[in-house]
């Protein structure tokens, strides 16, 4: 079975553009959950969806958004992009909502210049 | 506010040497899990361990086991026999349900572990 996947692994914006990261869960995992990794620091946790309905939330500012879709994959968007979120962004799935291992995919890496 | 504390930047270990990875964590909730994760530098985030605070026996999985120590708060992870594919940065994690319905996943800062040969 495939892992977690990701697109893109690679992007590069500039300051104020829009982003949109896709996540494929693997298959049979109704969650996914989204984390910002900046260098040198763990994962911060941005948002968790399951079957489709936002169930956890971050410190992020409303330019981060996210979506489930009826197949269970996810989209993270980021507005007005800043400098500072440049960073590793790592998507998760897991079967049940709570409580249960995380498959993480390799992420994608945003630059913002 | 929940935190979650690794004290130790960077380590290294000797192959076939026994290692043991500190995290502690702040919390007023009696329900909660704790995670050990690995990032190798290909990225990808893999679960090395789990332990829910429910449970008084440590988790142990093949190489891999922790000393949950709850009135302390402190979840470390020792790594036996070391191995060479075992270099990599590994995460202490906390996670619990809020009565919100939701949950909130917290994770440290890193230590960077390193096998010698």
């Known amino acids: 079975d495939a892992g977690v996947t990701q697109s893109p692994t690679h992007l590069i914006k500039t300051r104020g553009q829009h982003v949109t990261l896709r996540c494929s869960p693997i298959?049979?995992?109704?969650?996914v959950s989204w984390y910002q990794q900046v260098l040198g620091q763990g994962p911060q946790f941005i948002f968790q969806?399951?079957?489709?309905?936002?169930?956890g939330r971050g410190n992020f500012p409303d330019r981060f958004s996210a979506r489930q879709f009826p197949n269970y994959s996810s989209e993270l968007n980021v507005n007005a992009l800043l400098l500072g979120d440049s960073a590793l962004y790592l998507c998760?799935?897991?079967?049940?909502?709570?409580?249960?291992?995380?498959?993480f995919g390799s992420g994608t890496q945003l630059s913002v210049l | 506010a929940q935190t979650v504390t690794q004290s130790q930047p960077e380590m290294s270990v000797q192959e076939a040497e026994t290692v043991t990875l500190s995290c502690t964590y702040d919390t007023s909730e009696n329900n909660y899990y704790l995670f050990w994760y690995k990032q190798p530098p290909s990225r990808q985030m893999i679960l090395v361990i789990r332990?829910?605070?429910?449970?008084?026996q440590n988790a142990t999985e093949n190489r891999f086991s922790v000393n949950f120590q709850k009135a302390a708060k402190s979840f470390s992870l020792k790594i036996s026999d070391s191995q060479l594919g075992d270099t990599a940065m590994y995460f202490c994690a906390f996670m619990k349900y809020q009565a919100s319905g939701t949950y909130k996943y917290i994770f440290g800062t890193g230590t960077r572990l390193k096998v010698l040969a």
């Open positions: 998760a799935s897991s079967h049940r909502q709570f409580g249960e291992k995380l498959f």
């Open positions: 298959s049979g995992h109704k969650s």
């Open positions: 332990q829910e605070a429910y449970k008084q």
């Open positions: 969806y399951y079957e489709k309905e936002e169930r």
